[in-house]
């Protein structure tokens, strides 16, 4: 159903779509288009909830969108053979922090029966993938499901009241910026138990874009735009911080805090690029703990092939 | 009443035929009715049993009825109370199928219920209670018989000022009393003048005087009109008055005990001797409970 | 009975015959207008208010004593949020575009309702059609039905109306049969007497006799729907940043603003109140309660 | 009936009082009801105006009626249709408040609906539906007496024998014809074996032969308990027979315009000179309805 | 009428009269038992699952032509997905946690629903309360309780409980009430001559005389308490790894087992169609039905 020079992206709430927020900002995908001749109709929708995404995706109603890595490692796994969706491009590396508001707790081997960790969906979402992941590394591959008990799924804007105010059952929370660096702004209790790096082994994509086979091979001129217009928005953004946190407020309605929008951006540990980085492992991983069928074993596996993914991992 | 007779329309050949007077007549208990009279009636009912189906079982209302009705007919139901007259009344409606025998209208046999048929039922719940009075009264002719709003309008007015019922036009069926309701059930069935008029108990819920005047008012009626009246009532003395021919139904389940003539009283002939006489003489029959023990009462032609 | 008492019981006296003529009756009027009308209308606002004012203090007062104004904002705090929002004009916005889908959905589900009742009412075929169809497809949540109105209606508003029509029909439908199965036979009987039959029927004879039991289907009909548009806009989202009162929330909570997420419920809570208020217990006073159908 | 009198009890002081047998007397116009007689009466109506109110305006249904209904009398109200009869006995059962005036009972204001006046309503919907015609008589026995079970069942079983529905005892009150289930209704309240017991043209719907065995049952059961009676009716000649005395009711709004002694008329004396002259005197002063043309006509107790 | 006719109009034939002696009535039974009752039975279920079969066909038709199995699987692998969960045991483990939440939810809040109307009959302010309370809280959506939910009762089934309670007590109310209005005035005031007020009352006369508006607020509770169940486990249900049939359907989705899912939501059908053709008919049946309150 894609055709040349028609464009739809979805993508959900928060900070980490800023890179799509400054493309649609600056309309760097028309621009692109245009010099390459092309008149391209660029829809930007918001969707909540990743499987909302993927059913528009998989309906056609799309052609872009974002999510965290772990879905796009489920979505390739299942569409191999049918959609074929695979990955487009990273939108940057943010790490995910496991806070807590109990002080008792400083690891997650500190995490009792009477605690409960907030995630988006126990067992599948990344926060859970990543917990898995440590889990299985503090206690042995077998026991990767160990912290799933004690998971409850929580949407992040009442885990974050939770944690920031205390007084219920949540004591942690696997969350994603701006709700993690809230949590740890406003609760001078909140710390940070696990940091995402730590378990990926250095700074790793967060959320990535994908598509399906169907509109890589069919628009190759718009796909070819809309990376390049991904990668100016990319050193946009690393050059000008200030204003990328400006365009971001203004374009969302936010009312979030400025400082800290800035404070999250110019974060050392952030990193905007299209260039996937440390994505592999959770995949195997998945692969190892029966997630996903199929075994990636290189970048291209799940990512089309295109030059400046090429250089990620 | 005589119509292009075809060959093949046999009701209608018996149409044609002299019209016997027939006298006086005896009959033995296992006579037929009327109908061999040849004339050809308008509603006819033949060996007709009713039955209510309810989860359970089945309830037999009347056993093998034989009526028939002739053009302009004032035809009464007598009988005792759960004998099925308002039963047989509904099917001859087109409400309830017969398990066994045919009713037949005009030779065609009645298959539901139509415009052709104006029926007053016994229940007091027969009024929309979204209408008021002029708006219940003028809805049947609006609905069937799709005549102009202010024609119909005009007509209801008149007939339910014939109810006495003028002052209270506007009133809703809620805030009427029973008698009230069943009056302007009477005025709709009567403006929609019909060829045939079903009544079931129309004036029980009457006061003396206002029952009178409905009775006078529904035989002027028929005078002028001359529409086939098939009539429930459990007055002995209003059956008299009203009709022209009785019949009396035995008790649960109904079959036709006698056929009694009566057009020679009307509103008059209240109190007289011969009307007293059959008052009585009905009176009589009727508490006559066990049909066993009773010997055929002979009764003549009055 | 009382084998103690008098012998044959007590015996009324005799009193004295009477008969009068009595003048004609002028001394009041018959019917008069009923004067306190008015004022029992504005008691009427006055006892719901207070009920509100009470609900509102027992609101503030536990979120006082909770005080987690991240989950629980208090009455106050949200009232001025709410204000913020009128005023910019944001959350007008906002409830314009909702409504505008919300009504549609809602027609929509009523016809559709009102077809399938028909149907019913008239056919064996559409009696077990409709018992199935209820029993299967009422208990389905949204999430059932997402891809197929992402295939048929994309992402668009036909989607949302979709869903609100699923939302609106089943209950609609379920109501209006249970009142069509409670008209008295008589009147059923009056209406067929006079020769009609399908839709006229229907409308002439069922659905006004009917009309408590459709109106308490309107009632919850017009409730789910909002539930399900705030629940739905989540998901379809709002394209080209057009979104309803339901993405308005679902912003406002992924930002923590909960005040101004409950400024947007108080919307819908005011809408609800609105509606009850000024149509529906009109078209009650109207209809039902006009006709002693209800009181 | 004679109970400890304190002093600051009124009525009952009343009681006490010897029984005056008035014989006739005739009063003019103006003349206040028999109540000056000086025997207190069980039910007491006093000026009473009662009204519906609607959301459109207000319908006046009786004008200040005076009516003193006596321990054990069989008191008829007779009037015609839409006149306010059966509103007045709502009113005497607690379900209407009046507007003016006071009801009282033993001395006491009735203020709302009670087991100890059991009414028999004029419509046919008052049988729950969901109670077979067993069960709807047994009903109130176990409500208001807190009868045992089984003792329901046996009382409730008598009376279904009296009104002759014993085999319809299991059957649903939509199965049943409309007599029938007035009848249903009569049983209901005769099983109540009440002190007052109201009936709103409870044979209204009844054949003549049910309505005779019913008013003779109705008139065994008085004998037999002496419960007080307040019985509306609008055959003239049920009023006659059912009651002891007869009030009649001037048209919308309802005023007492007479009340007339029957206590010596029984189903035996029908058909008699008496009784005869009786019916025709009432429906004479029934038919009168222009109440400012008419001279006042003296009556004699008969 | 017709000047043209002849003058009078037409005069029936006058016939003889007779009179017959009738033999006591033995040639059928007055009652007797009906006998093809079973066989109207079978039919009923043959003709329902006719439609059920036609709109598998339907749904598998649909399923191959939009070729989209991840979107959209069909009724055969849908039907062998189901196979297998209920093999594993999982399936029928998931049912048996949901439904124990789910009828204490839809008792829980038909026990209020009752409570509110019974004071909603019986007094002006219960009037007020139930129209003011039904019109504000019938319209949120559950996320609007959430917060609430999670402060009050905590991560556990109580949270399930009081969003089911909140979706199953406003419609029920509504319909319970309009079912009490709907009675009719001679009937209530049967019951109060016979001394019964307040809970007494609304038990042995309201709410039988109402009980076919109170079944189809049954329906429509039972429904919305499913729907809301499903869509609540998300949030609430999945402490500790105890799922119910929600968590499971949530699952699946999320991995894009799109089969499983709808294999969870056919058992939603599955059990409606069961709870509606085995309780709520049976009930019906012998209720309503049967004292001729719906055909
Ligand atoms: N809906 C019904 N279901 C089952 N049986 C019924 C139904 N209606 C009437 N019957 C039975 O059919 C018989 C005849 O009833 P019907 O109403 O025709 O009597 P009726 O002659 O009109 O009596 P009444 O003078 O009391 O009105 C009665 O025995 C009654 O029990
Ligand atoms: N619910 C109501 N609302 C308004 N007006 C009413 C209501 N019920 C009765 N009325 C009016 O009150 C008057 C008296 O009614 P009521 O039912 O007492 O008459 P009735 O004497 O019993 O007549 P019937 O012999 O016809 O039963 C009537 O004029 C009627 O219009
Ligand atoms: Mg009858
Ligand atoms: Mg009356």
């Known amino acids: ?313 | 009443m005589i119509s292009a007779a075809t060959l093949s329309d046999l009701s209608v050949l018996e149409l044609a035929e002299p019209r016997p007077r027939a006298p006086v007549r005896r009959e033995a208990a296992s006579a037929r009715p009327a109908s061999e009279s040849g004339e050809s009636p308008l509603l006819r009912i033949r060996g007709v049993t009713l039955e209510y189906r309810t989860p359970a079982r089945v309830v037999r209302a009347t056993h093998r009825i034989d009526l028939d009705i002739h053009e302009a007919d004032r035809f009464v139901l007598l009988g005792p109370s759960g004998c099925g007259k308002s039963t047989l009344l509904k099917a001859a409606a087109g409400f309830i199928a017969p398990v066994e025998g045919e009713i037949t209208l005009a030779g065609v046999p009645v298959r539901g219920p139509g415009p052709d048929r104006i029926v007053v039922f016994q229940e007091f719940d027969q009024l929309p209670p979204w209408k008021t009075v002029a708006q219940n009264v003028a809805f049947p002719l609006r609905a069937a018989r799709s005549l102009g709003r202010r024609e119909a309008q005009e007509r209801a007015r008149h007939y339910i000022d014939k109810v006495g019922l003028t002052p209270f036009a506007d009133s809703y069926p809620h805030q009427l009393s029973g008698g009230m309701k069943q009056r302007v059930a009477i005025a709709r069935a009567l403006a929609m003048q019909p060829k045939v008029l079903l009544m079931d108990e129309p004036f029980a819920a009457l006061d003396a005087l206002t029952r009178r005047r409905m009775q006078e008012e529904l035989l002027a009626l028929w005078d002028e009109a001359r529409f086939t009246l098939l009539f429930v009532t459990h007055s002995i003395e209003e059956a008299l008055v009203v009709g022209n021919r009785v019949a009396l139904l035995s008790p649960h389940p109904g079959r036709v005990r006698a056929e009694i003539n009566s057009h020679e009283f009307d509103l008059g002939s209240i109190g007289s001797r011969a009307f007293q006489a059959a008052v009585q003489r009905l009176h009589t029959r009727l508490f006559e409970t066990d049909p066993e023990t009773r010997a055929p009462t002979r009764t003549t032609a009055s | 009975m009382n084998p103690g008492a008098v012998q044959r019981g007590p015996v009324p006296p005799i009193r004295p015959e009477y008969d009068r003529v009595l003048a004609p009756f002028v001394e009041a009027p018959v019917e008069r207008a009923l004067p306190r009308a008015a004022r029992l209308w504005q008691q009427d606002w006055l006892r719901k208010g207070l009920i509100i004012a009470a609900l509102a203090l027992i609101w503030e007062g536990l979120a006082r004593w909770q005080d987690n104004d991240l989950l629980l904002p208090g009455f106050l705090a949200t009232m001025s949020a709410l204000a913020d929002g009128l005023v910019d004009g944001e959350l007008l916005d906002r409830v314009r575009i909702s409504l505008a889908v919300l009504i549609q959905g809602y027609l929509a589900g009523i016809v559709l309702a009102f077809g399938l009742t028909t149907l019913a009412v008239s056919t064996q075929f559409g009696r077990d059609l409709l018992s199935t169809l209820t029993a299967m497809f009422n208990p389905l949540p949204a999430i059932a039905l997402l891809p197929l109105a992402l295939l048929w209606f994309g992402l668009g508003s036909g989607s949302l109306i979709f869903v609100l029509i699923h939302s609106v029909l089943w209950p609609m439908a379920l109501n209006t049969y249970a009142g069509f199965q409670g008209v008295p036979e008589t009147l059923r009987m009056t209406g067929r007497n006079y020769g009609l039959r399908g839709p006229s029927y229907v409308l002439r004879i069922l659905i006004p006799a009917a009309l408590p039991a459709i109106l308490s289907g309107l009632k919850i009909g017009w409730a789910f729907a909002w539930r399900t548009l705030i629940a739905a806009e989540l998901v379809f989202g709002a394209a080209s940043g057009r979104g309803g009162l339901g993405w308005y929330i679902f912003q406002n909570r992924n930002e923590l603003y909960t005040d101004r997420v409950f400024a947007g419920l108080v919307l819908v809570i005011v809408i609800g109140l609105v509606v009850e208020n000024l149509i529906f217990s009109a078209f009650e006073r109207l209809t039902v309660r006009r006709w002693g159908m209800a009181r």
């Open chain 1, 1 to 313: 159903t894609a055709a040349e020079g028609q464009l739809r992206i979805a993508k959900q709430f928060g900070i980490v779509y800023l890179l799509l927020n400054v493309v649609e900002d600056q309309k760097l995908i028309e621009k692109h288009g245009k010099a390459a001749g092309l008149d391209i109709k660029v829809d930007y929708v918001q969707l909540s909830g990743g499987s909302a995404v993927n059913d528009a995706l998989l309906s056609g109603n799309i052609e872009v969108a974002g999510a965290g890595v772990g879905p796009l490692f489920t979505l390739w796994d299942r569409t191999r053979g049918r959609q074929n969706v695979k990955g487009v491009a990273s939108l940057g590396n943010f790490p995910y922090y496991l806070v807590t508001n109990n002080p008792a707790v400083k690891t997650i081997a500190d995490f009792g029966e009477k605690d409960r960790i907030a995630v988006p969906a126990v067992g599948v979402s990344v926060q859970s993938r990543i917990l898995q992941w440590a889990s299985a590394k503090l206690w042995g591959e077998k026991d990767f499901a160990k912290l799933d008990r004690i998971s409850v799924a929580v949407p992040h804007p009442e885990a974050a009241a939770a944690i920031i105010k205390g007084g219920t059952e949540i004591t942690g929370h696997f969350g994603n910026p701006p709700f993690q660096d809230q949590e740890l702004a406003e609760n001078p209790q909140a710390h940070i138990v696990l940091n995402s790096y730590d378990v990926q082994g250095g700074p790793a994509s967060s959320t990535v874009l994908y598509a399906t086979e169907n509109f890589y091979k069919s628009s190759p001129k718009t796909y070819n735009a809309f990376l390049n217009a991904l990668d100016d928005a990319a050193k946009f953004i690393a050059r000008n911080p200030d204003k990328a946190a400006e365009i971001y407020l203004r374009t969302t309605n936010s009312k979030l805090d400025p400082a800290l929008l800035t404070k999250i951006i110019t974060n050392p540990a952030v990193t905007f690029k299209v260039a996937p980085e440390n994505t592999l492992g959770l995949g195997r991983f998945m692969h190892r703990v029966g997630a996903i069928k199929a075994e990636p074993k290189a970048i291209d596996d799940y990512f089309f092939a295109d030059p400046r993914i090429a250089t990620g991992s």
